[in-house]
C-alpha cells in the first residue's frame, strides 16, 4: 500500500518509481481522484456546520414562537441532509476508487535497484563454494530418487494429480532432517522465535502481505473462505498486524517450518518434472519487523541467515539482486539465492530475501511508537526462505551423489538422521 502523502509531495518521485517497473505514470489519475474526494470531504464539513447552526436557529424560532419560520428551517435541514447523504455516498466511492488503485501498485523499488525488464538484468553479488567435478555424468534428482526407489511421481499422480511427490523410507526422513536442521539454525544461531503457525488463513491475512486481491489465481481456497498459505510468510507477519509495537522490542524475528500450497497458475510447461515447482512443499520461512533505519542492514543479515544453511551443507550457491522487472509486488528490494544443481548443470532459485519496506506495513496497519513521541511510525518487514526445504533435498540429492546411485549424507544432517551416512537402495 502506498502513502497518499508521499504521493501528493512528491509525484514526480512516485511515477519516476513507476516507471522503473516498466509502469506508466498513475500519480496525476490518483491526485485527479484524491482532490475530488478532498473537496466533497470540505463541502460535509461545510455543510455539519450548516446543520449545527441551523439546528441552534430552529430552536431559537420555537422559543420566539415563530413557526413559520421554524418549518422553513426544518425543510433546509432536510435539504442539507439529503444533499450530506448523497456527498458521503460520492466520497465512499472516491474512496474506493483511491484504495483500489493503491492497492493494486507494486512497491517502488530501492534506489540502489539495478534497472531492467526481466531475469536478464538481476546482477550477480558473489559466489560460494566451487562446483564439484564428476568423474561420471551426474543425474537429476528425480532419476537419483527413482534410482534409490524412495521417490515416487507416480503414486502421488493418483492421489493428487500432478505436480506432487510421495517420498518414502530414508529420503522421506531426509527432508525432515533438512527441515528440523534449518529451524535449529535460524533459532538457536541466528536468533529467530520459532512459531508454529496455522495454514489456513482469511483473506484479510494474505490483503497483509500482498497476495490478495492481485494474485488471488496463485492460491488454493477452501470452501470455508480460507485460503491454505503460499508461504509462512503471510501468518508470521500478520501476528503484527494492527499493533503499536513498542520501539525497543524491534527488531522481532520470526520463523517457521510449514507447508506451502500454491496453484503454480501461469507456470504450465515449467519444470513439470521433479520436485522443483510443486503445489505442496515445505519451507522454513524467515520474517523481520524492524525500524525502518535498520530495515537495510536486517535484508543483509537475513540472505546470511539463508547463506549460513547452504555453507554447512556444503553446497556451491550464488546471490543475486534482482533488476525492477523480476522483484515481487511487495519487494523493494531482493536477494535471491541460487544453489548449483549439478544435473541441470545451472545455479537455481532456493531463497528469495526480501525488503519490504513499509508497504505490508500500511496495508496491515502495524506501527511502532518511537520512544518519548507520540506519533506513531509504520514499520518495516522483511521475509526470507531459509530454506525451500523440497529445493534443498534436490540440491544434496544432486551435489552428494555417487556413480553407484547411492547419496553421501551431509555431515551436518547425519545427527538428525539417526548416525546413516549414505543413502542407497538397500539401506
Excluded at 474506493?96 to 531475469?119: H, S
Excluded at 493428487?160 to 534449518?182: I, N
Excluded at 506451502?260 to 519451507?283: L, Y
Aim: net charge negative.
Amino acid at each position: 500500500m502506498h502513502d497518499i502523502k508521499f504521493i501528493r509531495e512528491t509525484p514526480e518521485a512516485f511515477d519516476a518509481g513507476l516507471a522503473r517497473r516498466g509502469l506508466e505514470p498513475l500519480a496525476r489519475t490518483i491526485l485527479d481522484l484524491d482532490q475530488a474526494r478532498r473537496t466533497i470531504q470540505t463541502q460535509l464539513q461545510e455543510a455539519q456546520a450548516r446543520r449545527n447552526e441551523t439546528a441552534k436557529q430552529i430552536g431559537i424560532a420555537k422559543r420566539q414562537g415563530d413557526e413559520v419560520l421554524a418549518q422553513k428551517l426544518m425543510t433546509d435541514v432536510d435539504v442539507n441532509k439529503s444533499f450530506m447523504a448523497a456527498a458521503e455516498d460520492k466520497e465512499r466511492g472516491l474512496a474506493l476508487q483511491i484504495d483500489g488503485l493503491l492497492m493494486a501498485i507494486p512497491n517502488i523499488p530501492a534506489d540502489d535497484v539495478p534497472e531492467g525488464p526481466d531475469e536478464s538484468a538481476n546482477v550477480e553479488l558473489r559466489r560460494v563454494g566451487t562446483p564439484r567435478e564428476f568423474d561420471f555424468a551426474p543425474l537429476e534428482h528425480d532419476a537419483i530418487g527413482a534410482k534409490l526407489g524412495m521417490m515416487d511421481f507416480e503414486a502421488a499422480a493418483k492421489l493428487s494429480g500432478a505436480r506432487f511427490v510421495v517420498l518414502k523410507g530414508k529420503l522421506a526422513r531426509l527432508e525432515r532432517a533438512l527441515g528440523a536442521f534449518m529451524l535449529d539454525l535460524q533459532t538457536e544461531t541466528h536468533g529467530y522465535t520459532e512459531v508454529n503457525p496455522p495454514v489456513l488463513v482469511r483473506d484479510e491475512a494474505l490483503f497483509g502481505t500482498g497476495q490478495l486481491p492481485k494474485f488471488g489465481e496463485d492460491l488454493f481456497r477452501a470452501n470455508t473462505g480460507h485460503y491454505l498459505i503460499p508461504t509462512a510468510e503471510v501468518p508470521l507477519t500478520n501476528l503484527v498486524s494492527g499493533a503499536i509495537l513498542d520501539e525497543a522490542k524491534l527488531p522481532i524475528r520470526m520463523t517457521a517450518l510449514s507447508l506451502c500450497f500454491r496453484s503454480e497458475a501461469g507456470s504450465a510447461g515449467k519444470d513439470t518434472r521433479g520436485m522443483i515447482r510443486q503445489h505442496q512443499f515445505a519451507k522454513v520461512e524467515m520474517v523481520s519487523i524492524a525500524h525502518p533505519d535498520h530495515s537495510e542492514q536486517e535484508h543483509h543479515r537475513m540472505t546470511g541467515c539463508a547463506e549460513e544453511v547452504l555453507k554447512l551443507l556444503g553446497l556451491p550457491y550464488r546471490v543475486i539482486v534482482l533488476c525492477t522487472g523480476d522483484m515481487g509486488f511487495g519487494a523493494r528490494k531482493t536477494h535471491d539465492i541460487e544453489v548449483w544443481l549439478p544435473g541441470q548443470n545451472t545455479y537455481r532459485e532456493i531463497s528469495s530475501c526480501s525488503n519490504c519496506g513499509d508497504f505490508q506495513a500500511r496495508r496491515m496497519n502495524a506501527r511502532f511508537r518511537p520512544a518519548g513521541e507520540k506519533a506513531t511510525r509504520f514499520v518495516h518487514t522483511l521475509n526470507g526462505s531459509g530454506l525451500a526445504v523440497g529445493r534443498t533435498l534436490v540440491a544434496v540429492l544432486e551435489n552428494y551423489q555417487q556413480a553407484d546411485g547411492s547419496v553421501v549424507v551431509p555431515e551436518a544432517l547425519r545427527p538428525y538422521m539417526g548416525g546413516i551416512e549414505v543413502l542407497s537402495a538397500d539401506v
